[in-house]
């Protein structure tokens, strides 16, 4: 790993971190960063204090002037070179963030392919940021609406998905013509400095000043900090709930604009008619992947009850055959959790749903010895459980997999809308008119609804985000641009007289 680090620019083994700030000169508290893959250290990272963050700000206020004066096309093409460097380091930062964060190192390389692909997008929707034209109700009027930049856009990301998420919302933000200031989850720093050092190189060779991407390694207090700076123009924050209704209250409180994209409780219905053949890799896939720590991970699956003991028996079988281990071996599914505190809320919560009736399919364990000896590694577990479980409202961010029967499809609907969150949902069945109704104002009340696919893998063209306790924000593709613009209308009167709207007489 310390090959890869400094491929990325990386010195081991010791960092700090604050962009704006010579040699990331952070004066905070030090941070002793480890890998869940093997409990070894990374290296060392100096938290930001507000100080800091002053100059950081100074920053990028400085290159904003810069950058905004550029036209959108200059600006996509800035972003296009990060695309093709971030082609040559896929490999390098694809693995830094796999032993970082603990993910198989196939879904490290998707991470950074996300990456790219929004890059792509961006550079396309730097030519397409379009205002409409409307016709005025005055003679001789010309009437439209036009985007201009915000300003600073304030990330916050989280830990699951280390540089993917940042770069939704950075691709958008800059060909948008804003600058950006990141702040990513104190357990993974160190893929964010590389993206970041990936992305300085690009901006020094086309002479640009670095403030138009800023990285700050800072504890909650920075993340309050941010949520109440009148000089955050939009503040996109991905995390808990709890965090987000935190930045929404201090981002509301100063009228500011935010995009949170919160916690996930995702199911999958399995209807009578479901082809089984595809529903369980995908089953399998969604709720073992990144070891249970997507906010899209299948965390409920509500089953008809003629296809639940035959499908319940083929996903133990399936998880039976899962290979847990060291996820920079591709021969594995599964890498651990993100640390200990993750385990514990694992074991905690497999604890309350046998006390409420709950029944452990298969898993329920800790892996301990030989290569699991950072005490990360968990059996991916399948609860058989009842719609009337607390627990089953509640996210974990493991890799544990609630099945609840149903009989009729209102019923399997009423099961899985009835959660506090409302991200990413699924339907298997043959029948177009039960996905129909899935689809429709009667059926899911998620952001994603998908069909004959699983919960996760979800792709950049489209925006990304849910409803309810998942905040309502949208990050990624379609016209998600528009949350980092601010609207303009105007209207321009071309005539020798001076008509007034709503046909008023003023005259004098």
Same mark, same amino acid.
């Given at each position: 790993?310390?090959?890869?680090?400094?491929?990325?620019?990386?010195?081991?083994?010791?960092?700090?971190?604050?962009?704006?700030?010579?040699?990331?000169?952070?004066?905070?508290?030090?941070?002793?960063?480890?890998?869940?893959?093997?409990?070894?250290?990374?290296?060392?990272?100096?938290?930001?204090?507000?100080?800091?963050?002053?100059?950081?700000?100074?920053?990028?206020?400085?290159?904003?002037?810069?950058?905004?004066?550029?036209?959108?096309?200059?600006?996509?093409?800035?972003?296009?070179?990060?695309?093709?460097?971030?082609?040559?380091?896929?490999?390098?930062?694809?693995?830094?963030?796999?032993?970082?964060?603990?993910?198989?190192?196939?879904?490290?390389?998707?991470?950074?392919?996300?990456?790219?692909?929004?890059?792509?997008?961006?550079?396309?929707?730097?030519?397409?940021?379009?205002? +409409?034209?409307?016709?005025?109700?005055?003679?001789?009027?010309?009437?439209?609406?036009?985007?201009?930049?915000?300003?600073?856009?304030?990330?916050?990301?989280?830990?699951?998905?280390?540089?993917?998420?940042?770069?939704?919302?950075?691709?958008?933000?800059?060909?948008?013509?804003?600058?950006?200031?990141?702040?990513?989850?104190?357990?993974?720093?160190?893929?964010?400095?590389?993206?970041?050092?990936?992305?300085?190189?690009? +901006?020094?060779?086309?002479?640009?000043?670095?403030?138009?991407?800023?990285?700050?390694?800072?504890?909650?207090?920075?993340?309050?900090?941010?949520?109440?700076?009148?000089?955050?123009?939009?503040?996109?924050?991905?995390?808990?709930?709890?965090?987000?209704?935190?930045?929404?209250?201090?981002?509301?409180?100063?009228?500011?604009?935010?995009?949170?994209?919160?916690?996930?409780?995702?199911?999958?219905?399995?209807?009578?008619?479901?082809?089984?053949?595809?529903?369980?890799?995908?089953?399998?896939?969604?709720?073992?992947?990144?070891?249970?720590?997507?906010?899209?991970?299948?965390?409920?699956?509500?089953?008809?009850?003629?296809?639940?003991?035959?499908?319940?028996?083929?996903?133990?079988?399936?998880?039976?055959? +899962?290979?847990?281990?060291?996820?920079?071996?591709?021969?594995?599914?599964?890498?651990?959790?993100?640390?200990?505190?993750?385990?514990?809320?694992?074991?905690?919560?497999?604890?309350?749903?046998?006390?409420?009736?709950?029944?452990?399919?298969?898993?329920?364990?800790?892996?301990?010895?030989?290569?699991?000896?950072?005490?990360?590694?968990?059996?991916?577990?399948?609860?058989?459980?009842?719609?009337?479980?607390?627990?089953?409202?509640?996210?974990?961010?493991?890799?544990?997999?609630?099945?609840?029967?149903?009989?009729?499809?209102?019923?399997?609907?009423?099961?899985?809308?009835?959660?506090?969150?409302?991200?990413?949902?699924?339907?298997?069945?043959?029948?177009?008119?039960?996905?129909?109704?899935?689809?429709?104002?009667?059926?899911?009340?998620?952001?994603?609804?998908?069909?004959?696919?699983?919960?996760?893998?979800?792709?950049?063209?489209?925006?990304?985000?849910?409803?309810?306790?998942?905040?309502?924000?949208?990050?990624?593709?379609?016209?998600?641009?528009?949350?980092?613009?601010?609207?303009?209308?105007?209207?321009?009167?071309?005539?020798?007289?001076?008509?007034?709207?709503?046909?008023?007489?003023?005259?004098?």
């Amino acid at each position: 790993m310390k090959e890869v680090l400094k491929n990325l620019g990386l010195k081991a083994p010791f960092y700090s971190a604050s962009t704006g700030l010579k040699n990331w000169g952070g004066k905070g508290e030090i941070l002793n960063i480890t890998s869940p893959v093997d409990g070894e250290v990374i290296g060392n990272i100096n938290l930001i204090e507000s100080s800091d963050y002053d100059i950081v700000i100074l920053e990028a206020k400085k290159a904003f002037t810069i950058w905004k004066a550029m036209p959108a096309p200059e600006r996509g093409e800035i972003v296009r070179q990060f695309g093709d460097a971030l082609r040559l380091e896929k490999e390098n930062l694809g693995k830094l963030v796999s032993y970082e964060m603990g993910k198989s190192v196939q879904e490290g390389y998707g991470e950074v392919q996300e990456m790219i692909d929004i890059c792509d997008f961006a550079v396309g929707l730097s030519r397409q940021l379009y205002g +409409l034209q409307m016709h005025s109700e005055r003679p001789s009027h010309r009437m439209f609406e036009q985007w201009h930049p915000l300003g600073i856009v304030g990330i916050i990301s989280a830990f699951n998905f280390p540089v993917a998420v940042w770069a939704w919302n950075a691709a958008l933000a800059w060909v948008c013509g804003n600058v950006c200031i990141w702040k990513p989850s104190e357990k993974t720093p160190f893929s964010a400095l590389a993206c970041q050092e990936i992305f300085k190189k690009v +901006l020094k060779r086309n002479n640009l000043p670095e403030g138009i991407s800023n990285v700050i390694i800072g504890d909650s207090s920075i993340g309050k900090k941010m949520s109440s700076d009148k000089d955050i123009a939009l503040l996109s924050a991905t995390g808990s709930t709890k965090m987000g209704k935190s930045v929404a209250e201090l981002v509301g409180k100063r009228l500011g604009k935010s995009i949170l994209e919160l916690g996930g409780n995702n199911a999958i219905i399995v209807a009578e008619d479901a082809d089984l053949n595809h529903a369980v890799p995908a089953i399998v896939f969604g709720a073992v992947g990144t070891a249970g720590q997507r906010c899209t991970s299948t965390r409920r699956l509500i089953v008809h009850e003629s296809q639940y003991q035959m499908l319940l028996e083929k996903l133990v079988k399936a998880y039976s055959q +899962l290979r847990i281990g060291n996820p920079l071996d591709e021969n594995n599914h599964v890498g651990p959790l993100i640390d200990k505190m993750a385990v514990e809320a694992y074991l905690a919560t497999i604890k309350i749903a046998q006390e409420q009736g709950g029944k452990i399919a298969i898993g329920g364990k800790v892996l301990e010895g030989g290569s699991y000896d950072s005490g990360c590694y968990v059996s991916p577990t399948i609860i058989e459980a009842t719609e009337d479980m607390p627990i089953v409202k509640h996210e974990t961010f493991a890799p544990i997999l609630y099945v609840v029967p149903y009989d009729t499809l209102d019923r399997a609907i009423a099961i899985q809308n009835n959660v506090p969150q409302g991200l990413s949902s699924s339907i298997f069945t043959l029948n177009m008119r039960k996905a129909e109704i899935f689809l429709s104002h009667l059926g899911s009340d998620c952001g994603i609804a998908n069909v004959n696919i699983g919960t996760s893998g979800a792709e950049i063209g489209g925006a990304f985000g849910g409803e309810k306790e998942t905040g309502g924000g949208r990050e990624s593709g379609s016209d998600a641009w528009k949350s980092y613009m601010r609207r303009q209308t105007c209207t321009v009167n071309y005539s020798t007289d001076l008509p007034l709207a709503q046909g008023i007489k003023f005259d004098l």
